[in-house]
Nanobody
């Protein structure tokens, strides 16, 4: 089992920034590719970004490219999502995911989510 706990969500104005963190425990963090997904009200959960277990490769959904950066610190068992130039359409619950497949998919382990609200 892998336990994931997200933090860092909140309310921010459009154009602002937030950094999400996800701390993991349980099985070896460095064995897993880590990802962020989000779910807006009335919509299905969607992929946002993922980073390979070694940190050398990342993927992003087109809508966040150039604005969001995913990174990981294997020594701290933590994955981050730096979100800049936030837009109201980024409003969603953001979920951390640990998966042994690449790119991260709907399988693996999930955190409880953290709310991000961007006001216009």
């Amino acid at each position: 089992q892998v336990q994931l706990v997200e933090s860092g969500g909140g309310l921010v104005q459009a154009g602002g920034s937030l950094r999400l963190s996800c701390v993991t425990s349980g099985r070896t963090f460095s064995n897993y590719n880590m990802g962020w997904f989000r779910q807006a009200p009335g919509k299905e959960r969607e992929f946002v970004a993922c980073v390979r277990w070694g940190g050398g490769r990342t993927l992003y959904v087109d809508s966040v490219k150039g604005r969001f950066t995913i990174s990981r610190d294997n020594a701290k068992n933590t994955v981050y999502l730096q979100m800049n130039s936030l837009k109201p359409e980024d409003t969603a619950v953001y979920y951390c995911n640990a998966d042994q497949s690449w790119p991260n998919s709907d399988s693996g382990y999930w955190g409880q989510g953290t709310q991000v609200t961007v006001s216009s």
